[in-house]
């Protein structure tokens, strides 16, 4: 079975900046149908919403609006690692972040994704 264990989460000033770790064990980088990987975000009280994506080579990203220019996701094949940098965070993005895997094409509906992570906490003050 394929695991996902986010870490990194932490409670930050507004304006700082926090660097989320995803580490993947099983098939994630080994088997052609991961393909992407991405990583969502959910508040309370709403859904869960798309952040960012990363193909399976590292090639190729894509972001939500609402993170474009602050946040970078990379891709550790040899080490099974995704990182979500995110740079001058806002209270909004208060939420607990999700690693996810699995997706046969670039998309940004959780549903496209096979595999989860348990979720790490960041939370931004003001």
């Known amino acids: 079975q394929v695991q996902l264990v986010e870490s990194g989460g932490d409670l930050v000033q507004a304006g700082g900046s926090l660097r989320l770790s995803c580490a993947a064990s099983g098939r994630t980088f080994t088997s052609s149908t991961m393909g992407y990987m991405g990583w969502f975000r959910q508040a309370p009280g709403k859904e869960r919403e798309f952040v960012a994506g990363?193909?399976?080579?590292?090639?190729?990203?894509y972001y939500a609006d609402s993170v474009q220019g602050r946040v970078t996701i990379s891709r550790d094949n040899a080490k099974t690692t995704v990182y979500l940098q995110m740079n001058t965070l806002q209270p909004e993005d208060t939420a607990v972040y999700y690693c996810a895997a699995g997706s046969a094409v670039q998309a940004v509906g959780p549903s496209s994704y096979r595999y989860w992570g348990q979720g790490t906490q960041v939370t931004v003050s003001s």
């Open positions: 990363i193909s399976r080579s590292g090639g190729s990203t």
